[in-house]
């Protein structure tokens, strides 16, 4: 079946250090790739996505690109910041529109050090 | 984007005992998903809800433990029936909004003792 594949945890950076959180994926067809965020005591909030290869995602400062290659969808930030805190889940959606549920990879806790 | 209302936030309750967590999405979506969250861990899908029939379980959840309702299209439940410490985690009810992406509800942070 479908599946995620990310990369262990914790991670701990210094501010301003470069990010990367790898992601892999298995999946049959074209899937849609997420990254979500989990804020300390928050929900879940969509930070990127990308739904066809060589889509870039990217929101505050983050960046992920869809390579159907390599089937990875790699999270990386140029300078973190310690509200960059959080636990990232990089997802994908296989089927129709509306009608698939996501697949979540474990999770990828971040702590960033002033 | 979709905006999903989802309560309680939290509870505490006796094992044995059984919790309905509703979740209100303020347009008409087709599915609802709902998800469990165990501590520190990812989040495993529990079942797909679909309005006019009965839900579709993943393996290892069954309806008589985690019953569900879907009376409309912009409203579910799911019920923790007869809980044990081991139910104690984050419930999450989840919709596809199309090119917004995933919207999920707060959660309902659930302690069985």
């Known amino acids: ?114 | 984007s979709a905006v999903i209302s989802q309560k309680p936030s939290r509870d505490i309750c006796q094992r044995g005992t059984s919790l309905t967590i509703q979740c209100q999405v303020d347009s008409q979506v087709t599915m609802m998903f709902w998800y469990r969250q165990q501590p520190g861990q990812s989040l495993t899908l529990i079942a797909t809800a679909n309005q006019g029939s009965e839900a579709t379980y993943e393996s290892g959840f069954v309806i008589d433990k985690f019953p569900i309702s879907r009376p409309n299209l912009t409203f579910s439940t799911l019920t923790v029936s007869n809980m044990s410490p081991e139910d104690s985690s984050i419930y999450l009810c989840s919709v596809d909004w199309g090119s917004y992406g995933y919207t999920f509800g707060s959660g309902t942070r659930l302690t069985v003792v």
């Open chain 1, 1 to 114: 079946g479908d599946s995620v594949t990310q990369m262990e945890g914790p991670v701990t950076l210094s501010e301003e250090a470069f990010l990367t959180i790898n992601c892999t994926y298995t999946a049959t067809g074209y899937p849609s790739l997420f990254w979500y965020v989990q804020y300390p005591g928050e929900g879940l909030q969509l930070l990127l996505k990308a739904t066809k290869a060589d889509d870039k995602g990217s929101n505050k400062g983050f960046e992920a690109t869809y390579r159907k290659e390599t089937t990875s969808f790699h999270l990386e930030k140029g300078s973190v910041q310690v509200s960059d805190s959080a636990v990232y889940f990089c997802a994908l959606s296989a089927g129709a529109s509306g009608n698939t549920p996501l697949v979540f990879g474990k999770g990828t806790r971040l702590s960033v050090i002033a």
